[in-house]
């Protein structure tokens, strides 16, 4: 199976300021790669796929990066709203994994 | 709109079954394959399997290949995964989620997720 290293698990930032979370593949995934919001009470949304494409309401501010076997989420200007849990999550081969989850805090 | 409405918590005792239920509306079953998700805090996400509920084809993580069984009724736009051989590891929230495009994956609309919780 493609284990997903999926770090920090913790990440601790100001409204307006700007972070990255890095996932990486155990083997090459092409860019077969998704992005994952989850909030409390709502149900998980698909934010990136293919390594780079911003799913259908998006906002801008959110971009993902790479190929291969590193990936990266960037979230600049952070907005209040963006203070949850990402997941990265590869499917290109079964079976589709998952990485561990990062909480984004506000600090 | 599409949504995909789950049905609610479960208490099952060792060694039982359960089935979920996963109802979309906004869009046809048929057009989308189903996947479900488990997720258990320590453990994170897991991927059970998916089904084509056109013509019931299914594909399962090996790990799930004899807890789970995924199947669909078209006439009630709805999924179902049934779990049996209940066992405490089996206590997670499970969800299920509609493929994007026509395509197995990724996910571009999830159900809320339902709590199962096996306990004697």
Redesign the interface.
Known sequence: DVQMTQSPSYLAASPGESVSISCKASKSIST?L?W?QEKP??????LI?SGSTL?SGTPSRFSGSGSGTDFTLTIRSLEPEDFTVY?C?H?NE????????TKLEIK | EVQLQQSGPELRRPGSSVKLSCKASGYSITDYLMHWVKHRPEHGLEWIGWIDPEDGETKYAQKFQSKATLTADTSSNTAYMQLSSLTSEDTATYFCARAFGHTTGPFDYWGQGVMVTVSS
Request: glycine share 14%.
């Open positions: 077969y998704a994952y009470g709502k149900a998980n949304k698909l796929y799913q997941y999550q499917y079964y079976p589709f994994t998952f990485g561990s989850g």
